[in-house]
């Protein structure tokens, strides 16, 4: 490893605050973890990343019952090069809840953001505000 | 859609057992998610899938702890073509172990796993052994 940069306890490479924000704007899809059924579970979500916040829409279920009660999810993005054996990930955790404000579901659907949730089975917007961001990549 | 095969309340396709068996036999990286501080956390892991179980590298840490007290884990694969706007995603869950006969542990060394956690920082290996393995396609 030629840089200076810190490490973690496992040896990779933390990413800064910059380099954090610029891969969450960038990545179209992440995952988010929840409890369900008194287990941890992760599904995929197309997302945006808006006002510091992680944005995605859901349908009736799950997901939506926990932003309800406005738990704490978890939210990870990743890369992985298979060629190169390098990658980078973002972990992020923070409390969700369901977004009321019109204002805002308006400024979300004019964003026109990939659904991996069929657009006449969507209930509504979550918002994950993220209490802390941590990113890694091994090189 | 043309096929007529099953969707789930989402609306997505759902996808038979021996496509799950491939893509998850295919796929170089996945995701874990365990209770991390009463708080449901998201890593990334290169895995394999051997005998019909998840299995993956860790350093100490959360996840080692998680495995050790044989905890629930939720395990995650997926696709996202951004210019098609297609995916697919399987979710599963599991309890998961550490692995403690050496010759499973050497079976698994001889599997050449490219390492998210660098070598000298390896504590054991975990196995999930999946009660549930759900996939979806969104076409």
Redesign the interface.
């Known amino acids: 490893m030629e840089t200076s940069e810190p490490t973690d306890?496992?040896?990779?490479q933390v990413l800064g605050p910059d380099e954090c924000n610029q891969l969450l704007s960038a990545t179209?899809?992440g995952?988010v973890?929840?409890?369900h059924a008194g287990?941890?579970?992760?599904?995929?979500v197309?997302y945006a990343y808006v006002n510091h916040g992680i944005v995605f829409r859901t349908?009736?279920?799950a997901k939506l019952e926990a932003a309800a009660r406005r738990e704490?999810?978890?939210?990870?993005i990743?890369d992985?090069d298979?060629a190169e054996?390098t990658?980078w990930?973002i972990?992020i955790?923070g409390r969700a809840d369901l977004v009321a404000d019109e204002v805002l579901i308006a400024e979300y659907e004019a964003m026109g953001l990939?659904?991996?949730?069929?657009r006449?089975?969507v209930a509504g917007w979550v918002r994950i505000a993220p209490t802390q961001i941590s990113g890694r990549r091994?090189t």
Chains 1, 2 share one sequence.
């Open positions: 306890h496992r040896g990779l179209p899809i995952r973890a929840f409890m287990q941890p579970t992760i599904l995929p197309t349908g009736v279920g704490v999810m978890g939210f990870e990743d992985w298979p054996q990658g990930s972990v955790s990939p659904e991996w949730v069929q006449d089975r091994l």
